[in-house]
């Protein structure tokens, strides 16, 4: 157990609405970091938030948003859901914002978008 | 344009046996390359961080090397277990920005 949660586990939606993932990061830790991973491309950094302010950007779509909250528990909104946004999506903690740190990551979300 | 690549995509040893995995990146400016070990379904539990100075790194049966020179690392499993039946990542940073650039992964199974 990586002391990460993230909720809810699965998540079935339709094509065109709107979800929110949460996540919540070790105890101390600072740093968030959300991820997507789907069958065809592998593992993808998302974005980076660090004790409530957005840290860096990676390949995060325009319909995705994420937030962190002064509890340092952080959220993904993803909306007009597409069949391709189907996905396992992780967040990962760290104590620190740099990259150096090492990350823990939560036990994922499940994404079916039918 | 930053990528990583890792080899072989997949691989079958037997309990006991040794083996290597292999990942080339082209990232620069770099700063770090990790490993991660991640079960079916499950998320990446890092294995190994190295940095630009750090040409060998160890975690008990695992040992990762790194040339930064040729930009390669390589993860070593000694006296494989089935619980080392997984998905074996390599991730690697610049060090301008925060970024993290994954390669695709080798599955590995381990067979009585």
């Known amino acids: 157990d990586s002391g990460v949660t993230q909720t809810p586990k699965h998540l079935i939606t339709a094509t065109g609405q709107r979800v929110t993932l949460r996540c919540s990061p070790r105890s101390g830790d600072l740093s968030v970091y959300w991820y997507q991973q789907s069958l065809d491309q592998g593992l993808q950094f998302l974005i980076q938030?660090?004790?409530?302010?957005?840290?860096a950007k990676g390949n995060i779509l325009e319909r995705f948003s994420a937030q962190q909250f002064p509890d340092l528990h952080s959220e993904l909104n993803l909306s007009s859901l597409e069949l391709g946004d189907s996905a396992l999506y992780f967040c990962a903690s760290s104590p620190r914002g740099l990259v150096f740190y090492e990350q823990f990551f939560g036990p994922g979300t499940r994404l079916t978008v039918l | 344009k930053n990528q990583v690549e890792q080899s072989p995509q997949s691989l079958i040893i037997l309990e006991g046996k040794n083996c290597t995995l292999q990942?080339?990146?082209?990232?620069?400016?770099?700063?770090?390359l990790r490993w991660y070990k991640q079960d079916t379904g499950r998320g990446p539990v890092s294995l190994t961080i190295m940095t630009f100075s750090e040409n060998t790194k160890s975690n008990g049966r695992y040992t990762a090397t790194l040339d930064a020179d040729t930009k390669q690392s390589s993860l070593h499993i000694t006296a494989s277990q089935l619980s080392d039946s997984a998905s074996y990542i390599c991730v690697v940073s610049p060090n301008t920005g925060n970024q993290f650039y994954f390669g695709t992964g080798t599955s590995l199974t381990v067979i009585p």
């Open positions: 990942c080339n990146y082209t990232v620069s400016p770099f700063s770090n």
């Open positions: 938030y660090y004790n409530g302010e957005e840290r």
